[in-house]
């Protein structure tokens, strides 16, 4: 992961990462451990949505 922030009233988080190949790193995300990983750090597995383009940025 390169960056996280989340929408205005929080209740979205995004984070933003780089890869060579989108379909290598989508069957990394679906491997089992990296799953369980993901579920114990509180991720949302059913909330999440790749973006290939990001149209919208704010900096503090």
């Given at each position: 992961m390169l960056f996280a922030s989340t929408n205005d009233?929080?209740?979205v988080v995004y984070d933003l990462g780089e890869?060579?190949?989108p379909d290598l790193a989508m069957k990394m995300l679906s491997e089992p451990e990296v799953i369980n990983m993901r579920k114990e750090a509180g991720v949302d597995l059913e909330s999440q949505?790749?973006?290939s383009?990001?149209?919208k940025h704010?900096?503090?």
């Open positions: 009233d929080e209740t890869a060579n190949d949505e790749v973006l383009t990001i149209s704010k900096i503090w």
